[in-house]
């Protein structure tokens, strides 16, 4: 395909010059130059990149497109469609990467030329690469002529990014693009499970991956493979034969080395209970994040199949299959890791197979992660370790249960995208490398509400539940009774300021007569800026959300990279930012800190960005917050409450006379803030009273006085 028929989208187009997408329907509307659509519908048409290019320059709206911009254009206007551009592209890359002499040498000649030379060249890399029957089809000539002019963009982007930076680009995007299509594995919960599958000696325990045989009969996008380091052998398998090229492209452009060089890598397309492409593998290691929850995973016809060692799994437990298909390819004492749902470690369905996998010691740990950790977001999902009986191996007496689905445990409040990794990972092994030494005899330490050892002889009851929270006594009441003397130390502390910026009293007067304006005035005069919040953006920076500023505490949301409205353009908060809610119909107005600067505005917010030299923001903040003043800029048409900025009052005043009520106004926030904090400790100290009094670990006083 020539470069100049390469088609951009509106949102393409605001990526490419930084705005968001109601900017570009705005130049659209306003400039008759503007390029016409060259394809696509009426709803979301298309335009010719080059024609796009050239008005933005010409306005001083663009500088230079990023070449992985336009690259990324070119993928996604294929005419064969994105995925069989982005196997083209990673079959070049990989060219380019083992065997660069022979890519310059096809690249210095014509295009048409290029496709025919292409395949032979792309056949022989994937050979050496992926051995017979693997997963990446080797494109014909006709198919990659439309391609060459991607793949020589491909490689300028290599050249200066490298080749698996490049795929890896790539390939987020085209995740990113198509979130409904794909299951994700988080890097972070695949380096756990990495981790997790680690051998049991010394260079484990030093930190180091030894060189071993790993599989993933579930690969989906690659992720938990690309996690594991310096092993011999790689094995997956993947049902959708499209991902299975693009995940094979993804591990060997991972891969160090090349050829003989480099390791062994065999990824194969299948159902793989139906069709298990490596029968007679046994490995070291299996790293498995399955599908959940499917009824047609072979139930019927896999009846009398030898791997269901322990059990035939109901039609309703196809993670269970899963379970023992995993143990199936295990040589004797190999480690298998597998993402479960919850409802797999108590269903009464499974529990004669939980109860044989406990019984004959294959079944190690029981893991709880905090919300968030993978699809379905919602969910608190389980890490189960497992490990391949040796004949002449005794069972194991005990099984680790480990729950990090406390807030505490998880360094952050649970959600999509909002884990601290690194403080999981610390958790969980931490309670799974004492439990794992070869021949240990020392029991393991207990942590109350964390994790412990449980006596197998325990769990062998009629539910068989593994449910981890279940097995963990309870931790300290509060922390413990010093924690709650130190909570009450920290509530008095509190109730002394709230009482110190308690109000004076109120001075009755008439009400005063003042010449008003509206904020929709003020920022047509250049006083102010509006804008409301979308909640997306690229980076980390966390997301102000409409909780957040109802209750006063920091921000706590995750960008979403997806744009769900024409006008989502991510904006980052600066001091002195008032934020308003839209929804509701409550009176709230927050003043942006020096803590809150840099986040992200979240949806269902409008922002008020004051020039400092014609609002004082408190004074501007304090008058938003009047509950007249909401209720004549609120409307109640639909049934929810809707706040129009535009329309809130605010009076006419001198800058000194604003900064006398912003003064007053600020103290009011400090006050609040302070009833909330004491309101928040007095929670925390009774809810930790009841409990210590309950379980024992604090002791009745006389009178119900607190323990000092």
Not at 295 to 320: K, V
Request: with cysteine; charged share 20%; proline share 10%.
């Amino acid at each position: 395909m020539p470069d100049d028929s390469t088609e951009v989208t509106a949102a393409g187009i605001a990526r490419l010059a930084g705005v968001g997408r109601a900017a570009v329907s705005n130049w659209r509307r306003r400039h008759a130059g503007f390029p016409k659509p060259v394809g696509g519908t009426e709803a979301s048409p298309s335009f010719a990149l080059p024609e796009v290019e050239q008005w933005l320059r010409e306005q001083g709206k663009l500088a230079e497109v990023p070449l992985r911009e336009r690259l990324w254009q070119q993928v996604a206007s294929h005419p064969d469609g994105a995925v069989t551009a982005l196997v083209h592209t990673g079959c070049a890359l990989l060219l380019v990467r083992d065997r660069p002499t022979a890519w310059l040498e096809i690249t210095a000649v014509s295009d048409a030329r290029m496709a025919g030379v292409l395949p032979g060249a792309m056949d022989h890399v994937l050979a050496d690469r992926f051995g017979a029957g693997h997963a990446v089809p080797t494109p014909t000539a006709s198919a990659l002529l439309p391609s060459v002019p991607l793949l020589r963009a491909a490689a300028e982007l290599a050249a200066e990014t490298g080749a698996r930076q490049a795929f890896d680009f790539l390939f987020g995007r085209q995740l990113d693009a198509n979130p409904r299509q794909y299951t994700l594995t988080p890097p972070g919960l695949a380096e756990l499970m990495a981790d997790l599958a680690q051998p049991r000696d010394a260079a484990r325990r030093s930190g180091k991956r030894g060189s071993r045989t790993v599989l993933d009969p579930a690969a989906g996008t690659g992720a938990l493979l690309c996690a594991v380091g310096g092993p011999t052998a790689l094995y997956a398998q993947e049902a959708d034969p499209d991902l299975a090229a693009l995940t094979a492209l993804r591990l060997a452009l991972h891969a160090t080395g090349s050829g003989a060089d480099g390791p062994t890598l065999a990824v194969r397309t299948g159902d793989t209970l139906r069709t298990d492409a490596f029968p007679r593998l046994t490995v070291d290691a299996v790293l498995c994040h399955p599908p959940f929850n499917e009824r047609n995973w072979g139930h019927e016809e896999l009846a009398y199949d030898p791997r269901w060692e322990y059990g035939f799994p109901a039609r309703t437990e196809s993670e269970l299959a899963w379970v023992q298909h995993a143990l199936a390819h295990l040589r004797e004492g190999g480690t298998a890791v597998v993402l479960m749902p919850p409802a797999a470690a108590s269903r009464r369905s499974g529990r004669r197979i939980r109860a044989d996998l406990l019984r004959r010691g294959a079944l190690r740990a029981v893991i709880a992660l905090p919300a968030g950790a993978a699809p379905p977001y919602g969910v608190p999902l389980h890490i189960w370790v497992l490990r391949k009986p040796g004949a002449e191996q005794p069972p194991a007496p005990e099984l680790l249960v480990v729950d990090t689905a406390e807030p505490e445990a998880a360094g952050a409040p649970s959600g999509r995208g909002r884990l601290d990794w690194p403080v999981v990972r610390g958790a969980v092994l931490d309670a799974w490398t004492p439990f794992d030494v070869p021949g240990r005899r020392e029991p393991v330490e207990e942590r109350p509400g964390t994790s412990r050892a449980v006596p197998v002889i325990e769990l062998l009851d009629d539910d068989v539940d593994l449910a981890p929270a279940r097995h963990l006594p309870p931790p300290a009441a509060g922390g413990g009774a010093a924690e709650l003397v130190r909570v009450r130390e920290r509530l008095d502390d509190t109730l002394k300021l709230t009482a110190r910026l308690t109000p004076p009293p109120a001075v009755p007067r008439e009400p005063a007569r003042r010449p008003f304006t509206t904020v929709g005035e003020l920022a047509r005069a250049g006083a102010l800026r509006l804008r409301t919040g979308s909640g997306t953006g690229s980076g980390t920076a966390p997301v102000l959300t409409e909780h957040d500023v109802l209750a006063g505490t920091a921000p706590s949301g995750t960008p979403s990279t997806q744009a769900t409205a024409p006008d989502d353009e991510p904006l980052l908060l600066e001091p002195g930012d008032v934020v308003v809610p839209v929804l509701g119909g409550g009176s709230a107005a927050r003043v942006v800190d020096d803590a809150t600067a840099g986040a992200v505005l979240g949806r269902n917010l409008q922002l008020l960005r004051p020039d400092p030299a014609a609002l004082d923001p408190w004074f501007l903040a304090g008058f938003l917050r009047g509950t007249a003043n909401n209720r004549q800029a609120s409307s109640y048409a639909s049934t929810a409450t809707r706040l129009d900025a535009r329309r809130l009052q605010v009076p006419r005043l001198p800058l000194a006379e604003q900064r006398t009520y912003g003064e007053q106004f600020s103290a009011l926030a400090a006050f609040e803030d302070a009833l909330r904090t004491a309101g928040r400790l007095g929670g925390q100290l009774v809810q930790g009273m009841y409990d210590g009094l309950t379980d024992g670990s604090v002791a009745p006083e006389r009178g119900g006085a607190a323990p000092e």
